[in-house]
């Protein structure tokens, strides 16, 4: 192994130099003088949107960008896309000879930017102070006095400002200052014909190299990981069938996990309002809301989905005397034309099978004294009946009431109808269609067919509830545990961050059972007392934290969460477990604290509080922290430093990368420190233009996952993301399972976390491969895993040919106690671009020393029985 990863990085350099424009494979120092200048500055004409660039010169005349539009800096405030700019960035070497840039963010917020670097190149945490209340901060210069840095800007207000600081954590407080006070020492270039403004310094010419360098192998990068199969021809158009020679060694064998799939559940593309829930009814509680999206569909409020019927009939919503507190508006119901009423037309229409029982039920109150008898049917867009029953409201108090309703016809579009039998007022809330036919029988449980679909992967563990929605968009939006258990109608829903609206329904409990009923371990992740990275509610969105006051009591909302999951049911939260209906514990060992952060000093004074109280009350449980959304970059050094200090024990790795990026990077692991934190890879995928979930990014996930395999006593568990989309509402491609009212539609990129689910090993048998082709670009298409499940003894071989050509191996399973004659064969094969194609099985024959043909754009997996 070792010679060959060593082979493969003196390959890769050599291959990196050849590309190398000339100018730099002849950086010799007599070549270039021993100094230049370097401009920094962000291009005004792009507004903002773009970063820290540079250019450089001999001559302060004549300028040479270092990459095309190359960002050596990006802003991470605000939300992703059009709110993270970087504006007038002034860049600034200290005494000490640290580089310091602070910027703009926009013509808004009270605060500027600022971040901090040693070669230009890696760059530290990035901080926003707030520094102005009702005001902006425009053009700000840094300088620097006697060791103390002073920041000052000007705002649209009233004029110039500044502060002092030593650290860039703590300032002073605002004062004014005037224009006599500060110098800008901006100075306008014209870089490639534009003329832009920025900060000009003179460095050596070794600096500049290494910028050079550091964008030229990141541009050779992106040159290897956009290759597709797009150009196979192209790039295999002489290879002929490969021959490869696969010997396994059982002598070097180590223990890894047998928890390298598991699933991740987000509230992402209706995954569990109108999917995984069972729930028929939409907006049941009348509780939609203008600001679930943000204002921007007028529709969208407590009426959505809901219609009254008959001229002289009314309906409105009101809030006085609820069911709840935490459910404040419901329906009203005026009844002037009898036999028409209010329907509701669930999650585009509401899906029936014939014969099946569906448990209806709603909270009514009578507003006049008199009884109100309610007619409940459900129909089709002609008026067709395909159920139907009555319920007598007798009570001027809420009061739940239930039937059942069995239907006549399959339908995926029917709607309720509720139809008051007199005339007269009635208030309802919490209106409820719900199939007796759930996944295992549960009483507000889960669609059964997407939740078979989900446990046919036989995933080790669960994920929820996200993903950006477990920590939201700003403060108010965080996901709170609490709100999600004990009775529908106690429970707060919440705008999703997604855009639309969490009824809650879906809440702990159910994930906890969910995850009992498949024998996945819950694993639940919490926000680290910020909001998501991506917010762009707050001010200052996700760069600000609950207040440290307040922490105290959010550290104990999630220990309480542990006690509700674990504890005896005499604690106060176990036995509110119990009265849910699970006397025992759900056995919880996992929690996450926080997701994707922005790495901050604000998120790791809180999570270090978190995480410390954790470890102090519950050193069970094992906490996953963050790195970020990348596998490289500020906020994955960061979050591995933050890892390495605390001594985390295992850390939420993320990243959607494209094929080639899978297929360039198999040895990502191979460089970890195995005595450092473990890692859970929480979010992966595949991308290809246009997202597609086809073969081709089923096989290099695939592939990818053969090097995660041998590195299992690395990577502890691993998850693809997202996993669940709503035809018509897919906010985020690609996803291994899409779905509609009527069907469930698994991808062949769930056919591979199936065939992994389903064939996990805890022992690697390492293995050599010898190929009858020595070019590397063959080599890289090809994937091999040898594991063994310690529990049956069997052997499992994974093998992946990304090549478009067969490739016939020959195994050598010497020593490793084959005696069977025959084994199972699952073969995962098709064009690039088939989205189609599934898994076929078949039988084998095998020994020792066996053969076996891998087709083209295949995964194959083979399970041998060995002897105990």
Request: hydrophobic share 35%; charged share 20%; glycine share 8%.
């Amino acid at each position: 192994m070792k010679n060959r990863m060593k082979l493969h990085i003196v390959a890769f350099v050599m291959s990196f130099v050849m590309v190398l424009p000339t100018y730099a494979k002849n950086n010799s120092k007599s070549a270039h003088p021993g100094s230049v200048y370097l401009f920094a500055y962000t291009p005004e004409n792009l507004l903002g949107r773009t970063g820290l660039q540079f250019a450089w010169s001999v001559d302060k005349k004549n300028w040479n960008a270092i990459g095309q539009n190359y960002n050596f800096l990006l802003s991470d405030y605000g939300r992703w896309g059009s709110q993270k700019k970087m504006i007038a960035p002034y860049l600034f070497k200290a005494a000490d000879g640290m580089w310091h840039c602070v910027w703009s963010l926009n013509d808004k917020d009270g605060t500027f930017a600022h971040a901090a670097s040693k070669d230009l190149i890696t760059w530290g945490r990035q901080s926003y102070p707030a520094v102005m209340k009702d005001n902006n901060c425009l053009k700000p210069i840094l300088s620097q006095n006697n060791g103390v840095f002073s920041v000052s800007w000007m705002s649209s207000k009233n004029g110039l400002h500044a502060v002092t600081t030593s650290d860039f954590v703590n300032y002073s407080v605002t004062k004014t200052i005037q224009e006599s006070e500060r110098t800008d020492l901006r100075e306008t270039i014209a870089v490639e014909g534009i003329a832009q403004k920025g900060t000009v310094f003179q460095v050596s010419w070794e600096l500049v190299n290494n910028l050079i360098k550091a964008e030229q192998l990141v541009s050779y990068k992106n040159q290897l990981n956009g290759e597709t199969s797009k150009t196979d021809n192209t790039r295999f158009a002489n290879l002929k069938n490969v021959n490869a020679s696969i010997t396994v060694n059982a002598a070097q064998s180590k223990k890894i996990s047998n928890m390298l799939t598991g699933v991740f559940f987000e509230d992402i593309n209706y995954a569990a309002d109108g999917g995984l829930y069972a729930e028929l009814i939409q907006n049941r509680d009348f509780e939609y809301a203008l600001s679930d999206k943000e204002g921007r569909d007028k529709s969208w409020n407590s009426t959505k989905s809901w219609s009254v019927a008959g001229n002289q009939n009314t309906f409105t919503i009101d809030s006085l005397l609820p069911i709840h507190e935490n459910n404040k508006h419901y329906a009203v119901l005026k009844t002037t034309e009898i036999g028409k009423g209010l329907s509701n037309e669930g999650f585009d229409g509401i899906a029936l099978k014939a014969g099946e029982k569906y448990d209806f039920s709603l909270f009514a109150r009578n507003l006049a004294a008199a009884n109100t008898k309610l007619l409940i049917r459900l129909t089709g867009k002609n008026g067709e009946k395909y159920a139907e029953t009555t319920i007598n409201s007798n009570s001027a108090n809420w009061k739940k009431y239930t039937t059942v309703l069995v239907a006549a016809k399959t339908v995926s579009d029917a709607k309720l109808e509720i139809i008051p039998q007199s005339v007269g007022t009635v208030a309802l809330d919490m209106i409820s269609l719900f199939p007796q036919k759930t996944f295992k029988g549960r009483k507000n449980g889960l669609r059964a067919d997407l939740a078979q679909t989900i446990a046919d992967i036989k995933p080790k563990f669960m994920r929820f509830p996200g993903g950006c929605v477990a920590h939201g968009d700003g403060l108010g939006n965080i996901y709170h545990w609490k709100n999600t258990i004990g009775p529908l109608e106690s429970r707060k829903g919440q705008r999703n961050l997604w855009g639309y609206h969490q009824s809650m329904g879906l809440g702990y409990f159910e994930y906890f059972q969910f995850c009992e009923d498949m024998g996945a371990a819950p694993l639940p992740v919490v926000s680290a007392g910020v909001p998501c990275q991506n917010s762009g509610t707050g001010g200052a969105g996700q760069q600000g934290g609950i207040p440290m006051s307040d922490m105290d009591e959010y550290v104990q909302d999630i220990l309480d969460l542990i006690e509700y999951a674990n504890g005896d049911v005499n604690t106060k939260w176990g036995k509110k477990r119990a009265e849910a209906g699970h006397p025992k514990p759900f056995n919880l060992k996992y929690i996450g604290i926080g997701n994707e952060d922005l790495i901050t000093d604000i998120f790791e004074e809180r999570f270090t509080m978190i995480f410390n109280a954790v470890k102090e009350k519950h050193p069970e449980i094992t906490v996953i922290g963050t790195v970020g959304p990348f596998y490289e970059g500020t906020d994955y050094n960061e979050g591995w430093a933050i890892a390495d200090k605390l001594n985390i024990p295992m850390v939420d790795e993320h990243y959607y990368e494209s094929v080639g990026w899978f297929i360039n990077n198999q040895d990502f692991y191979d460089k970890y420190d195995r005595s450092k934190s473990k890692v859970y890879l929480g979010e992966y995928a595949a991308f290809l233009p246009g997202r597609p979930n086809n073969i081709e990014t089923a096989l290099a996930e695939a592939l990818y996952l053969t090097s995660v395999e041998r590195n299992g006593d690395v990577v502890s568990m691993a998850s693809i993301a997202p996993m669940l989309a709503k035809e018509g509402h897919t906010q985020w491609n690609p996803d291994i399972i899409y779905f509609n009212n009527a069907e469930v539609k698994p991808t062949v990129g769930y056919q591979v976390q199936k065939m992994h689910g389903n064939n996990a090993g805890d022992v690697y048998l390492p293995n050599e491969i010898k190929l009858s082709d020595a070019n590397e670009s063959v080599r890289k298409r090809i994937g091999v895993s040898v594991v063994r499940d310690s529990q049956s003894n069997d052997l499992i071989l994974k093998l992946v040919n990304m090549l478009p050509v067969a490739v016939n191996t020959q195994l050598d399973l010497k020593n490793l106690g084959v005696t069977a004659s025959q084994a199972s064969r699952i073969v995962l094969t098709g064009a690039p671009d088939s989205k189609a194609a599934l898994p076929k099985k078949d039988t084998i024959a095998v020994s020792e020393a066996f053969s076996s043909e891998l087709p083209a754009y295949s995964f194959s997996l083979i399970r041998i029985k060995t002897k105990k």
